[in-house]
């Protein structure tokens, strides 16, 4: 008899021989060559991260930050997108129809609106690190059940439940050695927003530690481990006892991380405010995305901050990088400033690198840049490149 969470035990037909689980991926595998590697096998690649690290220590090589330009200093992470943000007062932010800085005279309810533009950028980054060890990671789905939502309605403490289950599974993670990296956003259901008329909110979180075992043998994230994570969440935030074993679904990630999550992030909140009674708003997510200590820290050191000047370097030499198939450049549209008579979209140059190698070879282009009084001579480096 085989468990579908736990170790397979007794003996096991050919046919159960090719039945995967967490311990490995597949039932049969050709014995591996002893020996030195041969001269012409080739070597895994770098992940991601690895790869930024570089960039990162290049960047901080760089002899010369170029003239001093109106742009904000410049980054670069995981999705290789460089912004260039101009740099202005408040004065000038209103005028250009541009945010101004949060205050408690102009800020509204948190989480009103969704998930936020930040947020989103933030958790697709990290996704695009998780991938270099997606074969660990598993997706666990919180979805509570109609009563339950009704009384932390009453209570206002759908913040102490979305706070307390990664808290957690966090804990639950670092106690078997793991290194517990953990991204998660909320959705609200069109569905059952339908039904029941209240903002209901569920959680998806993408977390480490697949394939792990516990010091007694069984599996780290199993279904009755994660139900009791549930369990103990709900107990925090004032909920009775109940039987809450169809609350939770863990499973790994077969595919991709970053796919996985973008489809969450894509879908507009079905909820709109006037639509929701007065007594079901508290169940509207304050926080709707969040991560662990770990997976801050993992997105922290792969984010590479570059000079002002580097913004001005990629509008002025476009045309050259992308003729060195660079990447690709261009106006992207990032808002939208309302006027007495229409709304005029609010623009930025933004430009896409193909690869951090690509980020490289920039970054050395605009070091002999800088280093020759802003001038280069771009038919020669095409013709070279």
């Known amino acids: 008899m085989s468990s579908a969470v736990g170790p397979f035990v007794g003996r096991r037909t050919a046919a159960r021989n090719r039945t995967t689980h967490q311990g490995h991926s597949c039932g049969f595998r050709s014995p591996r060559a002893h020996g030195r590697r041969r001269s012409g096998a080739p070597r895994r690649p770098q992940g991601l991260r690895k790869r930024l690290q570089h960039v990162r220590e290049i960047a901080e090589c760089l002899p010369l930050g170029g003239q001093p330009y109106a742009y904000a200093s410049p980054s670069v992470g995981p999705d290789l997108k460089v912004w260039a943000v101009p740099h202005h007062d408040d004065a000038e932010r209103s005028r250009l129809g541009l945010s101004l800085p949060a205050n408690s005279q102009n800020r509204s309810r948190p989480g009103i609106s969704g998930i936020s533009q930040q947020g989103k950028k933030k958790v697709r980054q990290s996704c695009r690190l998780m991938e270099d060890f997606s074969r660990n990671t598993a997706m666990w789905t919180v979805t509570l059940t109609d009563d339950d939502y009704l009384?932390?309605?009453?209570?206002?403490?759908?913040?102490k439940f979305q706070r307390r289950v990664i808290d957690l599974l966090v804990r639950r993670l670092k106690a078997a050695g793991d290194c517990a990296v953990v991204i998660g956003v909320c959705e609200i259901g069109a569905e059952r927003f339908a039904r029941t008329g209240r903002p209901d909110p569920h959680i998806h979180?993408?977390?480490?530690?697949?394939?792990?075992?516990?010091?007694?043998?069984?599996?780290?994230?199993?279904?009755?481990?994660?139900?009791?994570?549930?369990?103990?969440?709900?107990q925090y935030a004032g909920?009775?006892?109940?039987?809450?074993?169809?609350?939770?679904?863990?499973?790994?990630?077969?595919?991709?991380?970053?796919?996985?999550?973008?489809?969450?992030?894509?879908k507009q909140m079905p909820v709109a405010l006037g639509e929701v009674a007065q007594v079901h708003e508290s169940l509207i997510p304050r926080q709707w995305w969040n991560q662990s200590a770990a997976c801050k820290?993992?997105?922290?050191?792969?984010?590479?901050?570059?000079?002002?000047?580097?913004?001005?370097?990629?509008?002025r030499k476009q045309q050259l990088l992308e003729r060195l198939e660079l990447g690709r450049g261009g106006m992207a549209t990032v808002g939208r400033r309302r006027g007495a008579i229409y709304d005029s979209p609010i623009e930025m140059f933004r430009f896409c690198f193909r690869s951090?190698?690509?980020?490289?070879?920039?970054?050395?282009?605009?070091?002999?840049?800088?280093?020759?009084?802003?001038?280069?001579n771009d038919a020669e480096l095409v013709m070279s490149g």
């Open 356 to 376: 951090p190698e690509c980020v490289q070879q920039a970054m050395e282009l605009f070091a002999l840049w800088a280093v020759n009084g802003e001038q280069l």
């Open 297 to 315: 820290a993992m997105l922290d050191g792969a984010m590479c901050k570059l000079p002002p000047a580097f913004a001005a370097f990629l509008i």
């Open 239 to 266: 909920l009775p006892s109940a039987d809450r074993r169809s609350a939770s679904n863990i499973s790994r990630v077969k595919h991709s991380v970053a796919s996985y999550m973008s489809k969450y992030l894509t």
């Open 151 to 159: 009384a932390l309605s009453l209570s206002g403490n759908w913040p």
């Open 205 to 234: 979180l993408v977390t480490s530690g697949w394939g792990r075992r516990e010091v007694d043998g069984q599996w780290l994230l199993r279904p009755d481990a994660m139900d009791d994570l549930v369990a103990k969440a709900c």
